[in-house]
């Protein structure tokens, strides 16, 4: 079983809607969750992070954590062309010294 | 703000070349990480360092080495470079294990 899982998409919703990143993690010892955006080509860029069960917001971003089920998502509110990326989802466990990424969502925002 | 920087964006090396990659970061942080990715297997760690001189083997360090001689730089080697090991490689560093890892531009490493 795959550490971190991510659908990896193509996910399309058209300009203004909401996108919803899912990821679930099987160490059940996870403690820091990230998000993380790469366009084509370059490198990830941090999004925003949690730590603590329910919503943390950040603009249109807001990022849920559940860890009773093991599920962190990624909410994107009034969604823009400028949004389509790839959404990696990093975990780690504070006891490790490094992240476990999942293999990322391919988001498309339609004009 | 915290930066990465990586010693080229783009590099062609032939079969059997001992490549040099370097990674550079002014915050002063503990740990750097040097990862590879590819299409359709995602970002996966070679290797990384937590202090000066310590390194830790990650999930594919076969075919590379590294090499931390001072806390702000941290060099990926590959002694013989194999057509296998085209890539786009990426650095980041962080203060601690827990903390926000931060990316450098990545190197795109073409071997012919």
């Known amino acids: 079983q795959k550490e971190v899982e991510q659908n990896s998409g193509p996910l399309s919703v058209p300009e203004g809607a909401i996108a919803s990143l899912n990821c679930t993690y099987s160490?059940?010892?996870?403690?820091?969750f990230f998000w993380y955006r790469q366009y084509s080509g370059k490198s990830p860029e941090l999004i925003m992070f949690?730590?603590?069960?329910g919503d943390k917001e950040d603009g249109r971003f807001t990022a849920q954590l559940n860890k009773a089920s093991q599920y962190v998502s990624l909410l994107i509110r009034d969604s823009q062309p400028s949004d389509s990326a790839t959404y990696l989802c990093?975990?780690?466990?504070?006891?490790?010294?490094?992240?476990?990424f999942g293999p990322g969502t391919r988001l498309s925002v339609l004009p | 703000d915290v930066k990465v920087t990586q010693s080229s964006r783009y590099l062609v090396k032939r079969t059997g070349e001992k490549v040099f990659l370097e990674c550079v970061q002014d915050?002063?942080?503990?740990?750097m990480f040097w990862y590879r990715q590819d299409p359709g297997l995602g970002l996966r760690l070679i290797y990384f360092?937590?202090?000066?001189?310590?390194?830790e083997k990650g999930d594919i360090p076969e075919g590379y080495s590294v090499s931390r001689e001072k806390k702000e730089r941290f060099s990926l080697i590959l002694e013989s470079a194999s057509t296998n090991q085209t890539s786009m490689y990426l650095c980041a560093s962080s203060l601690s294990g827990s903390e926000t890892q931060y990316f450098g531009p990545g190197t795109r490493l073409l071997v012919l």
């Open positions: 915050m002063d942080h503990e740990n």
């Open positions: 160490d059940r010892g996870s403690q820091s």
């Open positions: 360092s937590y202090d000066v001189k310590m390194k």
């Open positions: 990093a975990v780690n466990n504070n006891y490790g010294q490094n992240f476990v």
């Open positions: 949690i730590y603590s069960n």
